[in-house]
């Protein structure tokens, strides 16, 4: 049973001003992401905003917003063929756990200078 959904939006001007910013990108991003952004050159704020929304999105289909999640904790990541999807540790599976788990799935897109993330909650039994 779907138990949540969660939808957000990135400009991705916004991540590129968190970049110039030491430490910032570090603070709000899994090191595993941050390193694979690296690895997109010129899209790599591109590819921060689209997980950046992915987290915000998440937050929104938890229905707590982010808050005892610290953002790093939450990693969106591809599978071998592109799919996203996204990994919990720390405080974020805590948090998760402690509303009732489930399954997370993700979705990320982006057209010129916005990035968006969708994300669904799946829960057995309908666990609210």
């Not at 779907?2 to 939006?9: A, F, P, Q, Y």
């Not at 990108?25 to 690895?39: C, G, K, N």
């Not at 050159?41 to 905003?49: F, H, Q, V």
């Not at 992915?54 to 937050?59: D, I, Q, R, S, V």
């Amino acid at each position: 049973m779907i138990t949540g959904i969660g939808i957000d939006i990135v400009h991705v001007s916004r991540i590129e001003r968190w970049m110039s910013i030491p430490g910032l990108v570090e603070r709000y991003f899994h090191p595993l992401e941050i390193a694979a952004s690296t690895s997109r050159g010129s899209g790599r704020a591109l590819s921060l905003a689209a997980r950046f929304a992915a987290k915000e999105a998440l937050g929104k289909a938890l229905g707590t917003g982010l808050a005892h999640m610290k953002l790093k904790d939450i990693h969106v990541k591809n599978n071998h063929n592109g799919k996203p999807f996204i990994f919990l540790e720390g405080t974020a599976i805590e948090h998760f756990e402690k509303l009732g788990g489930g399954i997370v799935h993700c979705s990320l897109t982006h057209e010129g200078e916005n990035a968006v993330a969708m994300v669904i909650i799946e829960r057995q039994g309908g666990r609210e």
